[in-house]
């Protein structure tokens, strides 16, 4: 079967792409998703106390103003059953249920010049083509489960938290190991330890947070969002991050250190990510960020009783931020608990999974670790993990996973050269993962429908970038990198670090999603500049 556009993945990116190319320009469009339902990585991101961290009247589309004043969110900050029933509601709304195909894993597609369409093969050998390929398949959504030896031998049960059971999992008189402490396993700890007989975390790098302080919404603030909305969605496409709070016009120099103290103390009883916007530079200044970061130092060991344990979460290597800061619900407080222990990776590491648990071999000497579940809270292959999973070729044969062999390279994160009308949305080399993803995404979307919609209007059959303005772009993804403290974790995801044999290249643009959104603009003004337009061929 043929269509103008295939669309890979519906989650926020699919549902707005396929209402973008299909409500706005007309085209035939398919999507086509691997999981059970829409949601994306809602769908599969299950796990207790899984929330997400931007805050519900900004975690939403803005393209509507309709179905803004339509949707009301009950909590600060969304749950996965929340904002699944979102999406749901849009896909009723904008009737886009029936142009979506779900269970469908998308295994490989192939340009053919002849013909200048892609062929999209799937897992059940299903075949279809289309003259444009969208990739709408998310930054983090293929689950790194790493490479430990023994996994096989456990006898119990293990799971990753970005595959967990619909059915979820039981945990009463169990004793759970969690391996992971990044965002996901800052959330889950706390609810785990609640119903488990004993809970053994098991931390590699220790990581800051700052406490969500999630709460149900006032009828007030429900209020104030359908009647703010302009001023909602334009603070949200005007800052850095694609949130709706300010960043603070002030650097931490200027303010004595009781003002800074209180700055911090203001923000951390708010609660957030709100915390990273309290002065200008604290992503930009090393040494601005210091004063973060042993703020949030001294609330870990304020909060955790036992000194030791206190010492190993707040023994933080890399400054506030630089890794993707997690915001918690009482996570340092549930390690005051009898029923949970922290083993320190860093000083023992973890010699292999056996039988019956995990064994340990460092400072403490060899140690069992007994359980009866692990859980995986240890992230994904991000950003280019879902592309590359696929075995994607563009001209001439020429293979995705060959061409970024040494790290992806792309031309503002939308396209690739020698992939024709192939386009990629929050792709490696765009804010995405830095940003609040639905605001990255409705402005990727757009471009990508304002291209297409340029191309058809002035019979153009194809588009890839120029090698000369991708390997220029790739570079200054690195050099906005490098003007930020991101720069200097360099064994966080956003490097790839956490994947064995992946690429050490720093992936999403930091440079801001308010400039990097006019930068797209300007592109697409100057006739798509950077970009080859192929014409159609005369008949002979
Ligand atoms: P993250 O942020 O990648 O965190 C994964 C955690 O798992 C992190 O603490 C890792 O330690 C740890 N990890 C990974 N591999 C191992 C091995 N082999 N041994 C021990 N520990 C390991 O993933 P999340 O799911 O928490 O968050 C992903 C994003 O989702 C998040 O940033 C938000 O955007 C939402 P490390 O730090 O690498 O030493």
Redesign the pocket.
């Known amino acids: 079967m043929h269509f103008d556009a295939i669309v890979i993945g519906a989650g926020f990116a699919g549902l707005y792409q396929l209402h973008g190319l299909r409500d706005r320009l007309g085209l035939r469009v398919r999507v086509l998703e691997a999981g059970g339902d829409l949601g994306g990585t809602w769908y599969w991101n299950r796990y207790p106390g899984a929330r997400c961290?931007s805050e519900s009247h900004a975690y939403r589309y803005f393209f509507s103003r309709e179905l803004n004043d339509e949707w009301q969110s009950t909590e600060r900050y969304p749950g996965p059953p929340e904002i699944r029933a979102y999406l749901d509601y849009v896909a009723k709304k904008f009737d886009l249920r029936r142009d979506m195909k779900f269970g469908v894993r998308v295994t490989a597609a192939s340009f053919d010049e002849g013909t200048n369409r892609w062929r999209v093969e799937t897992e059940s050998g299903e075949q279809c083509t289309a003259t444009y390929l969208v990739a709408a398949v998310g930054c983090?959504s293929a689950a790194?489960v790493?490479d430990?030896p023994g996994l096989k031998d456990f006898r119990g049960n293990w799971y990753h938290?970005?595959q967990w059971p619909q059915e979820g999992v039981d945990f009463t008189g169990k004793r759970v190991g969690q391996?992971?402490?990044?965002?996901?396993?800052?959330q889950a700890a706390p609810v785990i330890a609640q119903s488990a007989a004993h809970l053994t975390v098991?931390?590699?790098?220790a990581?800051y947070s700052v406490p969500a302080r999630n709460a149900p919404l006032t009828p007030e603030f429900k209020r104030w969002v359908r009647d703010n909305f302009d001023e909602i969605r334009g603070i949200a496409r005007s800052t850095v991050n694609g949130h709706a709070f300010r960043i603070s016009e002030r650097n931490v120099a200027d303010v004595t250190p009781e003002e800074r103290e209180a700055v911090y103390q203001a923000a951390w009883e708010t609660g957030g990510l709100q915390f990273r916007a309290t002065f200008r530079d604290l992503v930009t200044d090393r040494a601005a960020n210091a004063t973060a970061a042993e703020f949030l130092k001294a609330r870990i060991r304020a909060a955790v009783k036992d000194p030791a344990t206190a010492e190993s979460l707040a023994n933080i290597d890399h400054p506030y931020a630089a890794?993707?800061p997690?915001i918690d619900t009482d996570y340092f407080e549930t390690f005051n608990r009898a029923n949970v222990s922290l083993v320190d990776?860093r000083a023992d590491p973890?010699e292999r999974i056996t039988a019956d648990g995990i064994r340990t071999e460092g400072k403490s000497g060899r140690r069992e670790h007994a359980l009866d579940i692990i859980v995986f809270?240890?992230?994904?292959d991000?950003m280019t993990g879902p592309l590359l999973k696929m075995d994607i070729r563009g001209r001439a044969g020429r293979s995705l996973r060959e061409d970024w062999k040494t790290g992806p390279e792309t031309y503002l994160g939308l396209q690739m050269p020698g992939f024709p009308n192939l386009f990629t949305i929050t792709g490696p080399g765009s804010p995405s993962?830095l940003t609040n993803m639905p605001v990255a995404i409705e402005q990727h979307v757009d471009w990508i429908t304002e291209c297409i919609g340029h191309l058809r209007r002035n019979g153009i059959e194809t588009i890839e970038p120029s090698a000369q303005a991708t390997r220029e772009w790739t570079a200054t993804v690195q050099e906005a990198a490098q003007a930020t403290v991101l720069w200097d974790a360099k064994?966080?995801?956003y490097f790839g670090?956490?994947v064995a044999g992946k690429p050490q290249v720093f992936m999403p643009y930091a440079g801001g999603l308010a400039r990097y959104a006019k930068l797209c603009e300007g592109v697409a003004e100057r006739g798509y500049e950077g970009f080859v337009l192929g014409r159609a061929k005369a008949p002979a």
């Not at 098991?202 to 790098?205: N, S």
């Not at 809270?377 to 994904?380: E, M, N, R, W």
């Open positions: 961290d983090l790194n790493p430990i938290t970005g391996i992971g402490t990044g965002s996901t396993g800052i098991f931390q590699r790098t990581n890794k993707r997690p990776l973890i809270a240890t992230g994904f991000a993962v064994h966080s995801w670090a956490n």
